[in-house]
């Protein structure tokens, strides 16, 4: 039976079961890769997702089926991961990263040589306030002014911390395919070719 997003609401709002299973089922693998970003590791993003899935069921009433509600979840399981964030971590806007070594690597070559989980996993290496900054950007869409009224920090710490977590990010991208390229000039050597 395919229900509508509208029925499906209306069933959890009347306390029904069933549909408050099938509202998680539904949205539960996209909320928690959104919840990865965040995280430090799996059981941290789930713990986060858990909580936040608490908050959509108390907060529903105030839906007011106008707008997305996939985005009116992900802006609840987003405040919720920063909400623990704040609380794991102490957030340092700035790092040193003048030793790291940097080789110019095509954006081509970066993308064709790295998965989602390598990518995730790197972002999710990131100084803290590197990480909420650059998820709240990239994949939240928001803007500098935005992030800073979020994080109680000034608009060019957001766009400094931006900057930083994406130079971190490609230093590390081009260390991997570095290895990548080693590896398979190692492997090529050893065959002849």
């Keep these: ?3 509508s997003e509208e029925q499906l609401i209306k069933g959890c709002l009347d306390g029904i079961q069933s549909f408050q299973q099938l509202l998680y089922k539904r949205y539960a693998a996209k909320m928690l890769t959104v919840c990865m970003r965040y995280a430090n590791k799996r059981e941290e993003a789930e713990d986060v997702l858990q909580e936040g899935f608490m908050i959509v069921f108390d907060k529903m009433p105030q839906f007011k089926l106008q707008g997305s ?3 009116w979840i992900r802006r609840i399981m987003v405040n919720k ?3 623990h964030l704040r609380k794991v971590n102490k957030i340092y806007p700035v790092l040193d990263i003048d030793n790291i070594e940097d080789k110019f690597i095509s954006q081509e070559e970066v993308l064709n040589n790295i998965d989602s989980k390598e990518l995730l996993k790197l972002v999710q290496e990131l100084p803290p306030m590197y990480k909420m900054v650059f998820n709240l950007f990239v994949f939240e869409g928001m803007s500098h002014k935005e992030i800073a009224a979020e994080l109680g920090i000034v608009e060019g710490t957001s766009k400094s911390n931006l900057s930083d977590a994406r130079t971190i990010l490609k230093k590390k991208l081009n260390a ?3 290895i990548e390229q080693k590896s398979i000039y190692n492997e090529r050597k ?4």
């Design 176 to 178: 991997i395919l570095l």
């Design 81 to 83: 991961s920063l909400e």
């Design 190 to 193: 050893a065959n002849g070719e």
């Design 69 to 71: 509600f996939e985005g």
């Design 1 to 3: 039976m395919d229900i």
